[in-house]
């Protein structure tokens, strides 16, 4: 079966600007979380959604922000764009949390500049 | 509150070697443990997990990992490697009780040596 789609793969913003990242999850996942990876904090957790509904945020500034729709199509988006926003960002989403593991995607990698 | 240590931030072995990467957990209550690979340019993927079943974890790819509670630790291990092992291995342990938000270690890189 398909895996965890992310789009697009690589993206380059200026600062100040806005950003939109999609994840579409395996067919039948339900929960969907979004991760951070940098080398300088690791993966550091962002929110997870669960049936259209956030259920689980992470310590990051309003700016970061997501939702999900009605078929556990998952977007974040990054308002005010900063330098250090640049990183690897992760999809996971797993059946219905993550205690069993997720199936993460290949990541979307956003420089700013 | 749950934490993750793992020692070392490399491990070199030389194929064939015994890998032995090392993980060590903080948790209030009973915790499940994951061992998660991660290649170039790609996402994360599960390779074994510890739901409070057995302690001894088979995964994929000829790793497995021991729970043990005395020690808070969840060490993975493969008897022999092979160059295509080389990768970035994270330890995460997340709260069954609680929100299920796993928290990762800050990795290890498997380097082989031909």
């Known amino acids: 079966k398909a895996g965890v789609t992310q789009t697009p793969r690589y993206l380059i913003k200026t600062r100040g600007q806005q950003v939109t990242l999609s994840c579409s999850p395996i067919s039948g996942h339900r929960s969907v979380s979004w991760y951070q990876q940098t080398p300088g904090q690791g993966l550091q957790f962002l929110f997870e959604y669960f049936s259209e509904t956030q259920r689980n945020k992470g310590n990051f500034p309003g700016r970061f922000s997501g939702r999900q729709f009605s078929n556990s199509r998952s977007e974040m988006n990054v308002s005010t764009l900063e330098l250090g926003d640049s990183a690897l960002y992760l999809c996971?989403?797993?059946?219905?949390?993550?205690?069993?593991?997720?199936?993460f995607g290949s990541g979307t990698r956003l420089t700013v500049v | 509150a749950q934490s993750v240590t793992q020692l070392g931030s490399h491990v070199s072995v030389s194929e064939g070697a015994l890998v032995l990467l090392r993980c060590n957990y903080s948790?209030?209550?009973?915790?499940?443990l994951f061992w998660y690979v991660q290649y170039p340019n790609q996402g994360l993927q599960l390779l074994l997990k510890y739901t409070s079943a057995a302690t001894l974890v088979k995964g994929i790819n000829g790793f497995e990992a021991e729970f043990k509670k005395s020690e808070t630790s969840f060490h993975l291990t493969k008897p022999s490697a092979h160059m295509s092992d080389a990768a970035e291995y994270f330890c995460a342990v997340s709260d069954p009780g609680g929100s299920y938000i796993p928290t990762f270690g800050r990795g290890t890189s498997l380097i082989v040596h031909p």
């Open positions: 948790s209030s209550v009973p915790p499940y």
């Open positions: 996971a989403s797993s059946l219905e949390s993550g205690d069993y593991g997720y199936t």
